[in-house]
Nanobody, 124 residues
Framework: QAKLVESGGDLVQPGGSLRLSCAAS????????IGWFRQAPGKEREFVAA????????FYADSVKGRFTISRDNAENTVYLQMNSLKPEDTAVYYC?????????????????WGQGTQVTVSS
């Protein structure tokens, strides 16, 4: 069956880096825009970054712009989120999600399929 699987979450010190992966199985990511969202304890799920299907246009939340980079490798059927200069406020469970639409990628309601999440903890 079709599913998304995130990996790469870990405990990292402030200022450190992590790369999250979102691997698809059972379907090809070529036709899907992919978004990353995160949810911290007691907070709403929030948009982090998204990448469109063709041409790979990217979008970022203001809070991560300049620190995070989303990319895709369609040959590997995987989308990545490179996170640099991590801050304690980046601590959250990170989810990837897939959608066939090309618009409103900052809204969680635009997405049809979600992964199970991976924990990122930024702490000294």
């Amino acid at each position: 069956q079709a599913k998304l699987v995130e990996s790469g979450g870990d405990l990292v010190q402030p200022g450190g880096s992590l790369r999250l992966s979102c691997a698809a199985s059972g379907f090809t990511l070529d036709y899907y825009a992919i978004g990353w969202f995160r949810q911290a304890p007691g907070k709403e799920r929030e948009f982090v970054a998204a990448i469109r299907q063709s041409a790979g246009s990217t979008f970022y939340a203001d809070s991560v712009k300049g620190r995070f980079t989303i990319s895709r490798d369609n040959a590997e059927n995987t989308v990545y989120l490179q996170m640099n200069s991590l801050k304690p406020e980046d601590t959250a469970v990170y989810y990837c999600a897939a959608t066939l639409t090309m618009y409103v990628l900052g809204s969680s309601t635009s997405y049809d399929a979600w992964g199970q999440g991976t924990q990122v903890t930024v702490s000294s």
